[in-house]
C-alpha cells in the first residue's frame, strides 16, 4: 500500500548526458505518462525558435511523417495523448513533450504499450524528417504561420492578455517581458535551414528532465532510459537564474483601447522575494489573503460589498517575484475599483487582517497544496517548478513552512511589495 | 439503510447508491487514495427551463431569461451571511454552475468531509433572498454577462446556437441579458426555488476517498422530505425541424476569423441509453470524417484553412441535439464547402469500418484515462444524469456499438439543409 502515497515522493533514478529522470511510482491512476521537458534560458533570440520548434517536429517523423501517420499510431495505442508546447517559468523556457497511455491492465496483454508510445515520442523529439540538411520546408512555413496566428490571436482572450501584457509591460527590459512563444518579428527570420541548425543545438545542449509517472517495472524504466541514453548529447548548457529586479520610480500608467464592452484592470507589483528564500512562504500568504480565494480582501471588498466585479483576484507570478492583480469592471468604474484595491494593501499594511481571512488563507492554500497530489500534471509540474527553483521541499515540506508564518510575518512582507505598472484594457473612447 | 452497489470491473471502479424517502438518489464513487474529495448537489433545472406549469397544468408560468443561473448565485447567501465563509473557514473550496438543463452546487476539500458535506446539504436547502441582494447581484452577474459578451469563443457558439434554433431556449445565454435579469425579483426566484428543488428533482453524488454509509447516514440526517413533491411540466415551445439561418456573423475585437458551424439534429427525444448511444455513434463519426487522423483534417491542416484549435462536439438533451465544430480559420467558408464536400464523398463511397473500430477502441481508452480525474468523473457523471443515463454505461456502449448503427446515424445526422455557419470577424 505504500506505493499508494508515493505522489509526495519524487525518484531521480538516472543522471546522465544532462537528462535527469525521474520516476513517481503509484498505482493510483489508470494511465501512465511519460513528460520530457528541454529547459532554456528565455532569450529573445531563441524563445521565438524554441516555440517553433514542437510545433514542427509534431508534424511528422521518421516513420510517421504526416500528423496523420501519428494520429493513426495513436488511435491503435488505446488512445494514446500526445501533445507539446512551451511555457515560461521566470526567465526559464520550458519546451515540454508530453504522452499518456492506458496502463498495461486495460489493454492485450501484448500490447505493450509504454514501449511502442516511448519510441513514436523518441521519434518525434529526435528523428524528424530531414531534406537537404533542413527541416521539411512545407512543414516550417506552415507552423510559422500557425504560430503567427496564436501570437497574435492572444487578444481573443481578453481576461489573459490583460494580465500577460501587464506583466510585459512591466518587464519590458528584462527576459521575462518576452512571450512563451516568442514573437511575430523573430519569427519572420526562422526558416528551415537556421531552424534545423538551432534543432542540433537544442538536442544536444539543453539539460533535459524526464519525468515517468505510473506502475512501470523495471524492464519497462531500463527501455526508456537506454532509449534515452541514445540520444546524441554534447556540452550541456548551464541555464541561468530568473533575476529578482527592484523597482525604482514611478508607477507605469498603461491604457489599451480595442473594441470591448468590459474595462480589464490590471496591477503589477514587484515582490522583491525570491522564491528560494523564506520569505517566498509569507509571501504566499500575503497574497491568499488579499485575492487568493472567496475569502480574500480582494473578493469581498471588490465583489461581495461593493458589487464592481464578477472576477477579482491576485496571482504570484513566483519564479520573477511578481504579483498581479486582475479584475474585470464596468469601464466608468476604474477610479472607484482602484480606491477600494488600494485600500486592501493598505489594510494588510497596516495589520488590519482578520482572524478569519488569516487562517482562511493558510487552509485554503494548505486544500490547493493537498489537492494536486490527485493530477500527474500536476505533480510533475510541482516538481520540474522545485527542480528550477533549486529547493528540495515537498509539497508537505510547503505546507508546513506555510503554517509557521504568522500575521505578523504578513504584516512584514506588505512592506517590501512595491506597485509597478497599472494596466487598462478599455473600449474605443 | 438500503445501499445498492454497483461494480465496473472493466474500469475497476464501484458505485453506491441510497435513495432517500423524499426520491433522493445520493451516489458514491469512492476513490482510494486520492486526497481529494468532491461532493455535489445537482437539480434537474437549468437556463432552458424558463417555461413551465404548476397544479398539473393549470397555471403556466414564464419566467425571465437567465434566472437559473441567477438563482444558483443567490443561494449562496444565507440568513446569517454568505455561506462561502463558512466554506472558507473549513478550508475548501466551494462553487457552482448553472448549464442548460441543471444546476450543480459543489465543493473540493481534503479534510473535514462531514462538516463540509453537511453545510452543502443545509444551504443547498434553505434559501435566504432579500430584495437588497437582488439588487446588489444584478451589478455583479451584469459584470459576468459582459465578460462573456467580450468573450468570442462564447458568442460564436451561441451564435451559432442562434442560427440553428428559431425558439427553443438553448439559444439564450446562460446568464440571460443585462435587459432580463432587470426583471428578476425575490418573489419569482423564489417560485423557482419552490418548483425545482424538491429533493426529488435533484441527486447528490461525492466522489473522493470516502465512506459510502456514512455519506448516506448524513443525506438521512440532513435531507427535509418537504411533504409534497411538486408537478413539474417543463414546456418547451414547437420548434421547427430546420435551421432558422444558415449563417450568422458577428464583428469583435479578434486577431482572424473564429468559426463554429454544425448540424441541428432532428433526433433527440431519447433518453436512457438510447441518448448515449447516439452521442456515441455521432461523436465517432465526427472523429472518423475531421478527427486528426482523417484526410479531411489534414487537407485543411496543410492548407492552412485550420490550426491546432479546430475541434468537434456533439451534444444531447431532451429537447434538443446538435453537433459542433470549428476553431480560428482565415476562410471559414473554404472550411465549410470541404467539409460538404468530405461527406457527400463519404456518401457515395460509404464509411470506412477499420477506421470505425480504431476510433472505437481510442475513444474507450480516452474514456479509461477521464477516470484518472475526481472532477471529471463527477461532471460527466452529473451531465448525463438527468438523462436518466448512468455515466459508467459509456464504456458499455464502446464496447456494444456496431457499425451498422453507426451508418444509420451517419444518414441521418448529416443533413446539409440543417447546416449553419457561425462567424466572428475582426472588428
Redo the contacts between chains.
Sequence with gaps: MST??SESHVSQIAAFNGIKVFHIKS?????NSINIFFHDDLSKERATKNALLPAVLRRGCEGYP???DI??K????????FDCGVTKKGESQIIQFYL???SD???KSDANLTQKTFDLLLSIITKPIVENNAFKA?YVE?ES??LK??I????????QYAVEKCLEEMCKNEPFGIYDYGSVEDLAKINAQNLYEHYKYFLETLPMYVFIFGDLDDGQIKYIIDGLSGIKRGNIKVVGKTGIESKAGDVKDITER?????GKLCLGFRTNISPDSNDYYKLMVYNSILGG???SKLFQNV??KA?????VFSRLEKFKGLMVISS???IGNRDKAMEIIKNQLEDIKNGNISD?EY??S???M??GI??L????LQVVDFYLSQHIIGTDDGPNDMIEKIKQVTKKDVVDIAGKIQLDTVYFLTSLE | MDIKTVEYKNVDEVMYVHEHQSGLKTFVIPKKGYSKKYATFATHYGSINNEFSLNGGKDVIRVPDGIAHFLEHKLFEQKDGSVMDKFSKLGSNPNAYTGFAQTVYLFSCTDRFKENFELLLTFVQNPHITEESVEKEKHIIGQEIRMYNDNANWRVFFNLLDAFYEKNPVKIDIAGSIESISKINKDVLYTCYNTFYHPSNMMVLVVGDVEPSEVFSQVEENIDSKGQVPEIKRIFPEEPERIRKEYVEQKLAVSMPLFQMGFKDTIFNTKGIECLKREIAVKILLDMIMGRSSELYNRLYNEGLINNSFDFDYSIEESYAYSAFGGESADPFAVRDRVVEEIRNIKSKGLDQNSYERIRRAMSGRFIKQLNSIERISHMFISVYFKDVNMFDYFNVYENMSFDYVKKVFDEHFNFDNLALSVINPA
Excluded: C, P, W
Aim: charged share 30%; hydrophobic share 30%; net charge negative.
Design positions: 499508494l502515497l498505482q493510483k491512476f489508470k494511465t504526416t500528423i496523420r494520429s493513426l495513436l488511435e491503435e495505442l488505446y488512445g494514446a495523448v499518456e497511455y492506458v491492465k486495460y489493454a512545407e506552415q504561420k500557425n496566428e496564436m497574435e490571436g492572444r487578444v481573443n482572450d481578453k481576461v480595442m473594441n470591448v464592452t468590459q480565494g472567496l475569502h465583489r461581495e458589487g464592481l466585479a464578477y472576477y474585470g469592471i464596468e478569519y487562517e482562511a493558510i487552509k485554503s494548505e486544500t493537498k489537492s497530489k490527485d493530477s500527474q
